[in-house]
């Protein structure tokens, strides 16, 4: 049986209510604080301090507003309202940090290819190689309406103009500049070589660009690539594109089967089953006993609001939950929301919705003590085919340092976690290189001469 080490990224957001909502009511949870920057430059070195991966930071575009057709709950549950601009975090992070990956989500459908190909290429360079994106389409149609749309464009053809903003990023990041265009040579008054610097020409279905890369050459040229999709159109698209995919399974078997489909897609598209590296969403609740670890989550139900973590699922499906009934059915008819979890759930009832919701969330949680924790983390990377987690959090800062100081030692003595970082960029520590492989689509865009 595999042996591999535990991937480990901590799963927020730039916003008060993230995944578990109503824990923000919890005496010991600081998310109230997440405008402060001394807020997340203190998660960043609790992170760094645990040898987590990265920081994986969710985003949203627009407002949950299906559920009772408002944001009445929304907006008195924090449910991811207000909700600030990942990005800006990272540099203040990287500041404090030497080895923590950020993996920021930002929404393609609302952004022009060439500022954004600059941004991620900027804090690329600040964080010394440090950055991923976590690409994303969107599933909000207040978000559409936002930005002068009258709707979300349809599931799959959303994904057809991910496809080419990705071909546009890519020919600036990848082909714009050569390896060796940046001379910075104060005697000979040549800091770049113009020969060796290429504008890109795109006439698309979506986009039209002629010009060149604002930034040079950044450690790791195109981020980091993240994706979270289990539809048939988005497994295509992870399998093109993605270098780490997000997945969610109720069992480790659901899990595998979900974990061969996006391996295959890889395969399909030209690349190796390896090229990826998957995560899982998952919640822990952790004690040195097991009766202090089921304590704590019994208490934690005090705090929780099910019915603001199904609002949060209504917007999820495109269904306003709160016109069923507690035992009427729920059928997902017409939506334009997140396909393959509108499907997952249809016939499902609100009664039954909200129970799963008990601790303000649909996420896996896991209890018990150290060693109960770390046997049900190791079955789902064993038995699920998986390589790692998006390690949520119910109470900020609290969970994640309960992890590091009891579960993170378990696993290490196990040997299926790490006990130093390795050098390099978020990348290298992944893959053991700096630049995406010449298998991946990116590659076409390089050079004639090429690089490494």
């Not at 940046?182 to 040549?190: G, I, N, Q, S």
């Not at 969330?361 to 064993?382: E, F, K, M």
């Not at 299926?416 to 990116?442: C, E, I, N, V, W």
């Amino acid at each position: 049986m595999s042996q591999k080490e535990i991937l480990l990224n901590a799963f927020n957001m730039n916003c008060v209510g993230h995944i578990h909502h109503g824990m923000w009511t919890h005496p010991q949870d600081r998310s109230v604080d997440f405008n402060s920057l001394d807020y997340w430059l203190d998660l960043a070195r609790l992170l760094e301090r645990g040898l987590f991966d990265g920081l994986f930071i969710a985003d949203i575009l627009g407002v949950y507003d299906v559920y009772q057709q408002g944001i009445g709950l929304t907006a008195s549950e924090a449910i991811q309202l207000p909700v600030n601009d990942p990005l800006m975090l990272v540099s203040g992070m990287a500041s404090v940090t030497q080895h923590l990956g950020f993996g920021v989500t930002a929404n393609l459908s609302y952004e022009a290819p060439y500022p954004f190909a600059r941004r991620l290429s900027t804090l690329d360079h600040l964080t010394n190689g440090r950055i991923g994106w976590n690409i994303v389409t969107g599933y909000l149609d207040s978000a559409a309406r936002a930005m002068g749309q009258h709707q979300l464009l349809a599931h799959d053809r959303r994904y057809d103009q991910a496809d080419e903003f990705l071909d546009v990023a890519y020919q600036l990041w990848e082909g714009s500049w050569q390896e060796d265009a940046l001379v910075a040579d104060k005697a000979r008054r040549v800091y770049a070589d113009a020969q060796k610097i290429h504008p890109i020409h795109h006439q698309g279905e979506f986009y039209q660009v002629q010009g060149y890369h604002l930034s040079s050459p950044s450690p790791q040229r195109t981020p980091l690539l993240f994706q979270a999709g289990s539809s048939a159109r988005g497994v295509q698209f992870a399998g093109r594109h993605a270098e780490c995919s997000f997945v969610n399974a109720s069992s480790p078997a659901a899990m595998r089967e979900q974990t061969q489909r996006l391996r295959l897609a890889a395969v399909q598209a030209g690349r190796r089953p390896d090229d990826l590296r998957i995560f899982m969403g998952v919640s822990v609740i952790v004690a040195p006993t097991e009766r202090e670890a089921q304590e704590k989550h019994r208490s934690y139900l005090e705090y929780a609001s099910p019915e603001a973590g199904l609002a949060h699922f209504s917007s999820s499906t495109g269904i306003d939950l709160a016109a069923f009934g507690l035992d009427e059915p729920i059928h997902s008819g017409d939506t334009r929301a997140i396909e393959s979890v509108s499907k997952a759930y249809s016939g499902w009832t609100r009664r039954r919705l909200l129970e799963q919701h008990a601790l303000g969330s649909r996420y896996p949680v896991i209890t018990g003590n150290p060693s109960q924790v770390a046997d049900a983390l190791i079955r789902w990377i064993d038995e699920g085919d998986i390589d790692g987690f998006n390690l949520t959090r119910i109470l900020n800062p609290q969970s994640y340092r309960d992890v590091i100081e009891l579960v993170v030692p378990e696993l290490q003595q196990r040997g299926r976690f790490k006990t130093a970082y390795q050098p390099g960029s978020l990348r290298h520590k992944l893959f053991q290189q700096d630049r995406l492989p010449d298998r991946h689509p990116a590659a076409r865009w390089r050079p004639a001469s090429g690089f490494r």
